[in-house]
């Protein structure tokens, strides 16, 4: 991978967060959803956002933090589960969306389509369609994007260096050192 981000999902009850001590869990009732502690907000909405390079290898590291099933979905790319609960998976899974249960954690690779061009964004969501904070109106909850931004073009993988010599060898920092090599696309 050459790319790597931490993706949190959560939940609040604000009755719940009002008087936690008094509170019965069986009338949680979440009514702000999160992902990295920060509901999607329309009027800003790059904040909280994963930036990527198109042909970058993501490596997720994905939380459910809180009491209710969630599925992480990336909208336009999948992810290969290679890790869930700490532990390296035999067969990695390729899926849409990745299912955590409460506690549950997961690493997950994610290939960046290298023709996408910058400015691309794609959302990473809830699809249990957590997209509301409490009952105010219109997109929010749990959602943030894959942010495309300008990098190196070319194929993934990049350019090949080969032939790399340096003189002299050995340096103590108080000489200059040469370094050449041969660079191929």
């Not at 967060?17 to 502690?37: A, C, I, Q, S």
């Not at 532990?87 to 994610?110: M, S």
């Amino acid at each position: 991978f050459n790319a790597e981000a931490t993706v949190l999902v959560s939940e609040i009850d604000t009755e719940f967060n009002k008087d936690p001590l008094n509170r019965d869990l069986v009338e949680y009732k979440p009514n702000f959803f999160l992902v990295n502690g920060r509901a999607f907000d329309p009027a800003n909405p790059t904040a909280g956002k994963i930036d990527v390079v198109a042909g970058d290898m993501l490596l997720l590291h994905e939380a459910n933090l809180g009491l209710r099933d969630r599925e992480v979905n990336i909208l336009g790319a999948r992810q290969s589960i290679l890790a869930s609960d700490s532990h390296l998976l035999q067969n990695p899974t390729n899926v849409a969306a990745n299912f955590l249960t409460p506690g549950q954690v997961a690493d997950a690779f994610v290939q960046v389509d290298p023709s996408l061009t910058a400015g691309t964004q794609l959302p990473l969501f809830d699809s249990g369609m957590h997209l509301h904070n409490d009952a105010s109106s219109g997109l929010g909850g749990m959602m943030t994007y894959l942010d495309v931004l300008p990098g190196v073009g070319g194929l993934p993988g990049g350019p090949v260096t080969t032939a790399v010599t340096a003189t002299p060898v050995v340096n103590d920092g108080t000489q200059p050192t040469t370094v050449s090599a041969t660079i191929t696309a």
